[in-house]
């Protein structure tokens, strides 16, 4: 079972069902061999709070789309905390043009992408970028094509 706790400091309001993220969260979970119990903390944010975590930990000093942080080492029991996701919901309006049908979809990819993270998985390379984009596609039931964007 999957906990999820979701704050949305954004003026972006109602771009997600919380049983559709914590059905997401729980078929990767399942799929990447996490058991028992587990804990995301999602924040939907705006550009200048995204923008700050950024810089504090990537030293980019620009807004991002997603940044997640790890709490714990996975193991294959699976742990308790697995982390937070910061998703800006400035940066999903951008990219979407403002529909909001997109934007709820976009939504969903970015948090698929932040869990995949959580969970271990980067795009460093280009073979772990094939392989998150290939997860991505599969846990959201879209072409591959559609699974990243730059």
């Given amino acids: ?5 979701i704050k949305n400091i954004s003026a972006h309001k109602r771009l997600y069902l919380r ?3 914590v059905a ?24 200048a709070f ?5 810089l504090q930990y990537r030293g980019k000093d620009e807004p991002t789309d997603v940044l997640s942080f790890q709490q714990e080492a996975i193991t ?3 742990p308790r905390a ?17 529909d909001r049908a997109s934007m709820k979809k976009e939504l969903q990819l ?3 992408h932040g ?3 959580l969970l271990g998985f980067t795009h460093d390379k280009t073979a772990d970028r094939r392989i998150m984009l290939e997860k991505q596609a599969q846990y959201l039931g879209i072409e591959v094509e559609q699974a990243w964007h730059t």
């Avoid at 997401?24 to 550009?47: H, P, Q, W, Y």
């Avoid at 995204?50 to 950024?54: A, E, Y």
């Fill in 82 to 98: 697995l982390g937070d996701i910061v998703i800006s919901l400035d940066m999903v309006q951008r990219f979407c043009g403002g």
């Fill in 115 to 117: 869990l995949l993270h």
């Fill in 1 to 5: 079972m999957l906990h999820l706790d």
């Fill in 19 to 21: 049983r559709h993220l």
């Fill in 50 to 54: 995204i923008r700050k975590l950024n």
């Fill in 24 to 47: 997401l969260a729980e078929r990767i979970c399942r799929n990447e061999g996490i058991k028992g119990e587990a804990e995301v903390s999602l924040v939907l944010c705006d550009d």
């Fill in 110 to 112: 970015l948090f698929c």
């Fill in 76 to 78: 294959p029991e699976g």
